[in-house]
């Protein structure tokens, strides 16, 4: 499959779930994808990409920066809290907000810098204790505590456990979103991209299907 095949679905699928043309940005998922996958989509126009981890994109957008413009990165995988400054300044978007620590360390950053990525908290919608993420019932609060910070958190992320039902879990994530005043949401992957969007979501993230399986795990 190629960048304007899943295009042309992100398309289809907006108009069927009733939604403007362009009211989803296509994150294409560039982590362990070799240079010349990556450069190749860069070569069609496309400019919004995303890393799973700092250390990688470090090696790999400055180089790519000099190349093209207007890049808008995405940071989709967990931070380490020593990783945050790099974070800042490498990324337009961080969807992986998810403890207090990091939290009150991006607040710090962003009074120094004076400013900040799009932020995303990433709710584990599945409970699943081996994932990363705020619980559903933690949600609220979490976010409340962001704006204290004066966070201005812009939406929320989560990744549905494989076994079950994707549908209920971008449900969930729309729900608490909407609840807390929230647009973005950063919902839906390769396989389920589509029933994201028909759940309202604003960011999808695309890797195997654009670029074909990923080189390492």
Not at 146 to 171: Q, Y
């Amino acid at each position: 499959m190629s960048l304007q095949d899943i295009s042309n679905r992100v398309q289809s699928a907006e108009q069927a779930a009733g939604r403007a043309r362009g009211s989803v940005q296509l994150i294409a998922v560039s982590k362990v994808q070799p240079n010349d996958r990556v450069a190749a989509v860069l070569e069609q126009g496309h400019r919004c990409f995303g890393e799973n981890r700092v250390q990688e994109a470090a090696g790999k957008w400055p180089d790519f920066r000099t190349q093209h413009d207007s890049v808008d990165l995405h940071l989709i995988g967990p931070v380490q809290t020593n990783k945050a400054r790099q974070a800042f300044d490498l990324f337009q978007s961080i969807h992986s907000l998810d403890r207090p620590k990091l939290a009150t360390t991006f607040a710090r950053l962003a009074q120094e810098t004076g400013t900040c990525p799009a932020l995303f908290v990433q709710i584990n919608t599945g409970e699943e204790p081996q994932k990363a993420g705020v619980l559903p019932a933690e949600a609220d609060a979490f976010i409340a505590d962001c704006r204290a910070l004066d966070l201005a958190v812009k939406g929320l992320m989560c990744i549905p456990p494989v076994t079950e039902e994707a549908a209920l879990h971008f449900a969930l994530l729309a729900k608490i979103a909407d609840r807390n005043g929230l647009t973005g949401l950063s919902m839906g992957m390769s396989a389920d991209f589509e029933k994201a969007i028909a759940f309202g979501a604003t960011h999808i993230r695309v890797g195997s299907a654009i670029f074909g399986d990923r080189s390492a795990a």
